[in-house]
Structures are given as C-alpha cells and as structure tokens.
C-alpha cells in the first residue's frame, strides 16, 4: 500500500471496536471509528474513508441502514465494505453481498487477524499486487481465542 489508508469501524461494542482498531492500526492502516450507524453515515459524508467494517445490528442506525442510507446519496461511492454479524444462518448471504456490493460478510465470532488481511488483500490487489483474476469468491474460517468452532466468513465478489 502506497499511501497510508483510512479504516472506518462502525460498531457499537466498545471493546470489540477496540480490538478490530488495534488490529488494522497496527498494520499501518489509520483508523477511525463510530458507535452506531448514523455517525458512520455522518463520517463517510465528510470523505477520506478507503476502507469501510460495519456491524449488523447496532442501536439508532443499523449496518443495513447506514447502508442504504449510502446508496441513497446520488453520486456517492461507497468505500470497499465488510459487514460484521452475528445472526449468521438468518440472513440471506448472496442477497446482501449483492445488494450492497460487499466484499465480504463476516460472522461473529471471528479473528481480527482475519479481517485485517481480507483489508489488505483488497488493497493490494486494488493496487494490481495481487492477481486479478484469482478467483472472486473465497471462503475465510475465521477463529476466536474463545471460540473453538471455526465459523465461515463468506467473501463477495466487489468490483
């Protein structure tokens, strides 16, 4: 990565907020955050976000929400976004990736670590350090410390 990205974490649970900042921070990137979707909206308005992580379910503005809310505004690009969630088998998987252009949806509980690399992988590979023609859609097993069963995480083509 030639220039120095900035991450916007929308999430509400303080201490998992911390530890996904803590991980993409100590990869270089710049990371900024917001505890719930409408001060995601509201920082993504302002610019200069390249990297976009926001939870599913948070109070006042959902990730869906903040999400449409995105798509609302002519003109916009949103950033490359992961979505965080914890209600896994619930949810229409293709229908969200597709609907929203996710490069990924990611199921809770998993590694920060996991995370941090589906964000540098994309920017490497934005950046053409990665090949291009690898396939689009791969399947991450995240894993938690905590946690002993690997849940997937189900990476969507963006692009």
Same mark, same amino acid.
């Given at each position: ?10 999430? =509400? ?15 270089? $990137? ?10 995601? /909206? ?12 926001? =939870?599913?379910? $948070? ?63 994309? /920017?490497?590979?934005?950046? *053409?350090?990665? =090949?291009? =023609?690898?396939?689009?859609?791969? $399947?991450?097993?995240?894993? /938690?410390? $905590? ?11 963006? *692009?």
């Amino acid at each position: 990565m030639s220039q120095t990205k900035t991450v916007l974490i929308v999430e =509400d649970d303080p201490v998992f907020r911390r530890v996904l900042s803590f991980s993409i921070a100590k990869k270089g $990137m710049i990371v900024e955050t917001a505890n719930h979707g409408g001060s995601g /909206f509201d920082r993504l308005m302002n610019g200069g976000i390249d990297f976009l992580v926001t =939870d599913l379910q $948070m109070p006042l503005c959902s990730g869906i929400e903040l999400l449409e809310r995105l798509q609302a505004v002519k003109g916009y690009q949103c950033p490359s976004t992961v979505l965080c969630t914890a209600k896994g088998l619930e949810l229409d998987r293709n229908d969200l990736i597709e609907r929203f252009n996710l490069l990924a949806l990611m199921h809770k509980p998993f590694s920060p670590r996991k995370l941090t690399e589906v964000i540098i992988n994309h /920017f490497e590979e934005v950046a *053409g350090v990665v =090949d291009k =023609d690898q396939e689009a859609t791969e $399947m991450i097993t995240p894993t /938690f410390a $905590m946690n002993p069963i690997a849940l997937q995480a189900d990476v969507g083509h963006h *692009g």
